[in-house]
């Protein structure tokens, strides 16, 4: 009875629980529904995936209100989407469960209930994205998503907060409007909204000129959703002022969306064999990808405020993820959506650790980090193993990612580029090892707070490091799946 | 019990070993019991697998497939045998020896040093027993971090700058090259298993092959080749005790190790030699062998001088191997064991002269020998063995590296090989001279200073036990020849 409505349902629980929160207003009783709505999205989640893995044609479409496609809205779930699903809605499980004392401890007591709501409505707007197979109903849901975003950056302790929403409120609405150009122009074209449908019908037109300024359109707005360097400028500040659960949620889902966004656009819409071959669309973003690596990790290593050193590093990690898709094989863009997935759980713990540590110091300096392994040694050793992984030591999800990523450029015979990613992955020592050496080996100032963060928080996070562990000892659901999803989409292409 | 269950055994043992160290953090007595028995229970399983593979048995355990094709996987072959034995043999003697040290010099955080030499030791018998190379890079990369906290251990500005090149060396090499290469050997070959005869032979050709020996052996940094040999002198930050069992046994022979598994079993030493690109490899080492003893002779301070020693003696494991010729590879498999032994009896002499007498300088070591006889007596033996002066271990490897550059041809090795030796007799007697026969005649002066005033008796005994080693090797060198012997024949049992 239920079961073939969960597409519906996994935009329709959120989306709907975040009214009630308005409407009820009691703190205790809008977090209680934020953690029922999360932890449903990820059953759902799960349920879907695992249906699309069983289905016959690894699809499963739902017609919204009963209107078929291309008329109707369609949703569409193939691996891919059930994939990037999964991780958003386990990061939102996670971090709502992580949520309460840290919320209290950052956010005044009369707007929280309001940061529950853009909270859900943000959940909501990215799960939208990832289900749904309407290339415009996408851009409502990425603008749903982002709007809640600016709310919650903006509700960061201190007033820099505001600017660093309003420059993101500047930078994300000019990336969705040219998004929105993009789909307008291939809607001018083509007629149809439905991504299968454009999927039929762009490539025949390749050569015209309407497409390719949709195709470059396209590039660029989502590129800065997805702070593709150089487009990444609005990223580091939002994360670093925006209170501790919000950088951990954008951190490890908004972004990972857009790049998902962009992989769905170029290898469904225009087809792998337009974007890849055609258009060269891997060395369009190659060059960009390498230098986030390498400029967003640099950078990292002179960040004395440890929330920004994470948010270079998250430029720098997703220049691997579009570096797998501008390999433009298989086995890269399994290699993208992988990392995808795998820097997901791997910052997402590092952010709650830092989240653990504002609870307790005030503070996520590198200063205010000093002695940290004595005051807070379950918090410290979260955060190390998060930077392990970042780093890409054997037994973590990152070695698995940059195992793919190194084999997929070496699998092209372009060496060089297997040296870069090794090159750029030593940069991550020097920033991780900047905060072991504080937090295991200078003295605590005197006076410094001690004791652990609250057992929910603490939970939470050691839970996504688990993660990370995990998929890096069994990786029979990361990579399996990123790899049908990767079959899927390069199935026309080289 | 069959030897895949004594494999999983012997790497259960010290992690379940460090849970309990950590337990029993508030009763150091149990703690130290602890360690000492988790040593011996390793070492226990290790020797009961060594019939075994003595016979020709090729003991395997598979854990888990990680990625298709790539598995967590461990085979014991006839040179992991020997590194096991090895590794968790002195791990028991450098236990009661760092019992004794740690005490007397009433060291911080004593708990996380013998939890992380535990993690230490599983490593290091992870990668001796490790069956292909994937297993054996997450094996030495754990070895890596969990022998920082050591190397840091004071935590002090120089111990952290240390700690900085120790890991930085070490885990940048092993990124950058060593990372880079087995993801190579795999596009190329499709399997990392360590097979007799190598894997490589077809799969590659030409200059590729230089490079990728290249990347190997420069992506080993813990075989300290030179330039990449800055870690090691680093290391000497940590206490005694890890440099003597971390930094002259477990680490630096886990390096050479892997250079060896990686010529033998990876490559090939036919399709090497025949290849004729690993040729630069037997020049570098001889290099490296000379460098490193000059360096060694400069160094004041005992415990570089001693560090200086082991990349130089390291060369020699390194050299063995380029040479790819069976007495080649035996020697450079053998000088693993005698070394350790020889070296971990210097060190251990070094640390007792630094408990009793608070000395580190060679310089101001005149006359300690009438002090610490017994010391300086093991040190003597610990130096012949490395000079490689019978009746000491260390002349059977030195015979078998000389016969290899012989039977090869290279006049050139066969002078650097006794170029450096004379040039270990120059760094290594010194201290024994001084300790013995300068600073005047016993009683002169105020007096003070002819009693026998030792270390404790707990960092006496191992130092005395090494020393004994050295001399065992000697007259037991044909078990581990017979033992290494099917390797040199490409591994074949």
């Known amino acids: 009875m239920i079961l073939p409505h969960l597409p519906a349902l996994q935009v329709v629980v959120p989306l709907l629980a975040a009214p009630l929160c308005v409407v009820l207003r009691r703190t205790a009783v809008a977090y209680g529904l934020a953690f029922l709505a999360s932890w449903a999205a990820f059953a759902i989640s799960v349920l879907l995936l695992l249906q699309v893995l069983d289905s016959p044609g690894g699809v499963i479409s739902y017609e919204l209100g009963g209107w078929a496609p291309p008329w109707g809205i369609e949703y569409r779930i193939d691996p891919l989407n059930a994939y990037v699903m999964l991780i958003v809605a386990a990061i939102g499980a996670v971090v709502i469960t992580y949520a309460g004392p840290s919320v209290a401890r950052e956010i005044a007591e009369p707007q929280r209930y309001l940061f529950y709501t853009s909270y859900l409505l943000c959940l909501s707007g990215l799960l939208g994205v990832t289900v749904t197979g309407d290339a415009f109903n996408v851009f409502v849901f990425l603008e749903i998503s982002s709007l809640s975003s600016y709310i919650l950056i903006s509700v960061g302790a201190t007033p820099k907060a505001l600017t660093a929403a309003y420059r993101y409120l500047i930078f994300g609405t000019i990336g ?134 994470l948010a270079y590093s998250s430029v720098a990690q997703i220049g691997y993820i579009v570096l797998g898709f501008g390999i433009a094989t298989a086995l890269g863009v399994t290699a993208g959506i992988l990392h995808l997935f795998n820097h997901a759980l791997m910052k997402g713990s590092m952010f709650l650790a830092l989240g653990c540590v ?24 979260a955060f190390v193993g998060g930077g392990l992984g970042i780093i890409g030591v054997p037994l973590t999800a990152g070695f698995i990612s940059k195992w793919y990523l190194v084999t997929a450029a070496l ?66 659901l990361s990579v399996g799946v990123a790899e049908r999803a990767a079959a899927a989409l390069m199935g026309g292409g080289p | 019990m069959n030897g895949s269950c004594l494999m999983a ?32 229970s390793l070492f226990a399983v290790v020797v009961m697998l060594v019939p075994e593979v003595y016979g020709g048995g090729r003991p395997a355990l598979r854990l888990w497939e990680i990625v298709p094709g790539l598995e967590i996987a461990f085979t014991l072959e006839p040179l992991g ?103 190579w050997t795999f596009t190329a070959a499709g399997t990392l298993d360590f097979t007799p005869g190598g894997i490589l032979d077809g799969r590659l050709a030409g200059p590729a092959i230089g490079l990728m020996l290249f990347l190997y052996m420069y992506g ?25 069992l971390l930094h002259a046994v477990a680490v630096v022979k886990a390096g050479v190790f892997t250079v060896l598994k990686v010529i033998v079993y990876l490559f090939g030493a036919d399709f090497l030699r025949e290849s004729g690109y690993a040729d630069w490899l037997m020049y570098v080492a001889a290099a490296s062998l000379l460098l490193a003893s000059c360096i060694a002779l400069t ?10 020693s082991t990349v130089s003696q390291l060369a020699y494991v390194v050299l063995g191997a380029a040479l790819l010729v069976p007495s080649g590879i035996i020697g450079g498999a053998m000088h693993i064991a005698m070394h350790a032994m020889g070296k971990i009896t210097l060190f251990f002499c070094a640390g007792a002269i630094y408990v009793a007498t608070g000395k580190t300088e060679v310089s101001q070591m005149d006359g300690i020998g009438r002090t610490m006889p017994v ?42 090989l006794a170029i450096s030796t004379l040039l270990n007799v120059a760094y290594l007697m010194p201290v024994v001279a001084r300790g013995f026969f300068a600073g005047g005649p016993p009683g002169a002066g105020t007096g003070a200073g002819t009693a026998i005033r030792e270390a404790p008796a707990l960092c006496v005994v191992p130092l005395c036990v090494t020393a004994l080693g050295c001399l065992a090797l000697f007259f037991y060198a044909d078990a581990l020849y017979a033992l290494l012997l099917p390797i040199a024949a490409g591994g074949k049992p």
Request: proline share 5%; with cysteine; charged share 10%.
């Open chain 1, 176 to 309: 969705a409007t040219f998004y929105l150009i993009g789909v307008g122009l291939l809607y001018q074209m083509t007629g149809t909204l439905n991504m299968a449908d454009l999927a039929q019908r762009v490539p025949p037109l390749a050569g015209n000129r309407t497409i390719l300024v949709a195709f470059a359109f396209i590039a660029v707005g989502v590129g800065m959703k997805a702070a593709l360097f150089p487009l990444h400028i609005w990223l580091p500040n939002a994360y670093a002022y925006a209170p501790s659960v919000v950088s951990a949620f954008l951190a490890a889902t908004a972004t990972k969306v857009a790049v998902y966004v962009l992989i769905r656009v170029y290898l469904t819409i225009f087809g792998a064999e337009f974007s890849i071959a055609g258009m060269g669309i891997g060395y369009v973003f190659m060059p960009f990808a390498i230098a986030a690596m390498f400029v967003g990790s640099a950078v990292a290593i002179f960040q004395p405020d440890v929330k920004r050193m």
């Open chain 1, 358 to 381: 504002f609870y307790r110091t005030g503070a996520v300096t590198i200063e205010s980090m000093h002695g940290l392994a004595g005051r807070m040694p379950w918090t410290t050793a």
């Open chain 1, 411 to 476: 699998e092209r015979g372009w060496w060089w580029l297997a040296a870069l990613i090794l090159l750029s992955s030593l940069l991550a020592i020097v920033y991780v090892w900047r905060v072991v050496e504080a937090a295991y080996f200078r003295p605590a100032p005197a006076g410094a707070p001690a004791g652990e963060a609250p057992f929910p928080m603490l939970v939470a996070t050691w839970a996504l490091v688990a993660a990370n562990v995990y998929f890096g000892l069994d990786t029979r």
């Open chain 2, 9 to 40: 055994a012997a790497l259960a043992i010290p992690l379940a070993g460090t849970v309990l160290i950590l337990m029993s953090d508030r009763w150091p007595n149990l703690r130290e019991a602890v360690t000492l028995a988790t040593a011996a």
């Open chain 2, 81 to 183: 045998m020997m590194f096991a034995c090895v590794s968790s043999g002195l791990w028991i003697v450098n236990s009661i020896y760092s019992f004794g040290y740690m005490r007397a010099k009433k060291e911080i955080h004593q708990t996380r040093f013998y939890a992380c030499f535990a993690i230490a030791i599983a490593a290091a018998v992870g990668v001796a027993m490790s069956g292909n190379m994937l297993t054996l890079f997450i094996c030495y990369e754990v070895l890596t971090l969990s022998t920082y906290p050591l190397v840091v251990h004071r935590g002090d500005e120089e111990s952290i700058r240390s700690g900085r090149v120790y890991l930085g060396l070490l885990l940048g090499t092993s990124i950058l090259f060593l990372l880079g290469a087995i993801v």
């Open chain 2, 220 to 244: 080993i940094g813990k075989a300290a080749l030179m330039p990449v040999h800055r870690w090691l002198p680093a290391a000497m930050v940590a206490p005694t005790p890890v440099s003597a």
């Open chain 2, 299 to 308: 160094k004041d301070d005992l415990k570089a001088r001693l560090a200086y």
């Open chain 2, 375 to 416: 010391t300086l007596t093991a040190f003597l033996i610990g130096s012949l063995s490395v000079i490689g002066l019978p009746p000491f271990g260390g002349a059977w490897s030195k015979y078998f590296l000389t016969l290899a550059s012989l039977e090869t041809g290279h006049m050139v090795f066969l002078a650097a």
